[in-house]
């Protein structure tokens, strides 16, 4: 099992930045591709980013790419979404995920194992 706990999500204007980040805990952290999705309300989840097990792939969902840079430090199990110039279609909650997985384009259509219970974000016009 691993578990997933995100934070730093909040209120943030229109063209802000925001950070989020997620720490894992239980199964072997450097053993997993990690990445983020996205729920706003009615709408179904999105894929946000993946970044792999030794960081040197990432991938990123067509509506945030070129807006948000994942990264990971494996020293602190985390994973972090450094996202800059967010519009209020970026509002929703925003998940963690992890997986074996190291084909990151499947992310997209196919689920992961493993997820946070999610943190919202919300940008403000």
């Known amino acids: 099992q691993v578990q997933l706990v995100e934070s730093g999500g909040g209120l943030v204007q229109a063209g802000g930045s925001l950070r989020l980040s997620c720490v894992a805990s239980?199964?072997?952290?450097?053993?997993?591709?990690m990445g983020w999705f996205r729920q706003a309300a009615g709408k179904e989840r999105e894929f946000v980013a993946a970044?792999?097990?030794?960081?040197?792939?990432?991938y990123y969902g067509n509506s945030v790419k070129g807006r948000v840079t994942i990264f990971r430090d494996n020293g602190k199990n985390m994973v972090y979404l450094q996202m800059n110039s967010l519009k209020p279609e970026d509002t929703a909650n925003y998940y963690c995920?992890?997986?074996?997985?190291?084909?990151?384009?499947?992310?997209?259509?196919?689920?992961?194992?493993?997820w946070g219970k999610g943190t919202l974000v919300t940008v403000s016009s």
């Open positions: 995920a992890a997986d074996p997985n190291q084909l990151l384009y499947q992310w997209v259509y196919r689920g992961v194992n493993y």
């Open positions: 239980g199964r072997t952290f450097e053993g997993y591709a």
């Open positions: 970044i792999g097990s030794s960081a040197t792939n990432r």
